[in-house]
């Protein structure tokens, strides 16, 4: 069985989710969490608050026991992206991507 919680329309760009995603996709839940209070990186501050999600629902929702969870899913997708752009000199515009991302994240117990 499966937990599973979802970020969706995160303003960031999935390659950089998908760094934090890689770096705690097996590892257990304690374990995932101390990596991403000491990593610098943009994406670990909303990854880290799905994860306790993920875990809420696994405790709550479907009787789990916390202390025996491990990540089983860490995907980021990306999602709609955001076009703007920039005038530019002699007429000319540069198109700005602003870039969207879907995260799931899924904890199960260990047997």
């Known amino acids: 069985m499966e937990a599973k919680a979802h970020l969706k329309y995160l303003r960031m760009s999935p390659r950089k989710v998908k760094i934090v995603c890689d770096m705690i996709r097996g590892k257990d839940v304690a374990t995932a969490t101390a990596y991403m ?3 610098p990186k943009a994406a670990c501050e909303p ?44 007429g000319r515009f540069n198109r700005i991507l602003k870039r969207t991302t879907h995260i799931t994240i899924g904890v199960s117990e260990k047997n």
């Open 37 to 39: 209070m000491q990593t």
């Open 47 to 90: 990854v880290l608050k799905l994860l306790k999600s993920a875990v809420a629902n696994a405790e709550n929702n479907n009787g789990m026991d916390a202390s025996n969870l491990y990540i089983s899913t860490a995907v980021a997708n990306p999602g709609p992206t955001l076009k703007r752009g920039m005038p530019r000199a002699q």
